[in-house]
């Protein structure tokens, strides 16, 4: 694909999952949160300009220190969603203004590593952000998850 196209993509997938996580909504546990990662990987192992062949080194240094990252930040980010239960039982799920400065924090970084690569003097292809995003994504989905599955039952609730 494109750098343009992946570009885009990522804009349109950010957009969208900070737009969802800033409303209050019922979290389902079960819901398949690791696809959209998936995803988002396999598009962006299958560009071969993933790495500069001319700087493969400092390459593939940039790229496991943007998914080292965005790792960290993702489970940052877990731990800034609020979460409750209702009377029902139902989890709910709430971004809060901490969830956006991390994720302030995390274009932040981004841009940095752009500037780094762009001072070597390293190719640095759109499949980068796609594939940090996917990781972004799904450590932020674990951890949510397992927040979810931990919270208590509220009294008198039938199992969820």
Do not use: C
């Not at 274009?107 to 759109?126: C, D, E, M």
């Not at 799904?138 to 039938?158: D, F, H, I, K, T």
Request: hydrophobic share 60%.
């Amino acid at each position: 694909m494109s750098a343009l196209v992946n570009v885009l993509i990522a804009i349109a997938v950010m957009a969208l999952v900070v737009s969802r996580q800033m409303r209050a909504r019922k979290f389902d546990t079960e819901r398949r949160f690791w696809l959209l990662p998936l995803i988002l990987a396999v598009i962006a192992l299958r560009d071969p300009r993933l790495v500069d062949p001319a700087h493969r080194a400092e390459s593939v240094g940039l790229l496991i220190a943007s998914v080292v990252v965005v790792l960290a930040v993702g489970s940052v980010w877990g731990w800034t969603v609020r979460l409750w239960r209702d009377r029902d039982g139902a989890v709910w799920a709430q971004g809060t203004r901490t969830t956006l400065a991390v994720w302030g924090g995390m274009i932040a970084i981004r841009l940095g590593l752009y500037a780094v690569g762009a001072a070597l003097h390293v190719q640095q292809s759109s499949s980068a952000l796609l594939l940090s995003l996917g990781a972004l994504l799904l450590v932020r989905g674990l951890v949510v998850n397992w927040r979810a599955r931990s919270l208590e039952q509220p009294y008198g609730a039938v199992g969820v």
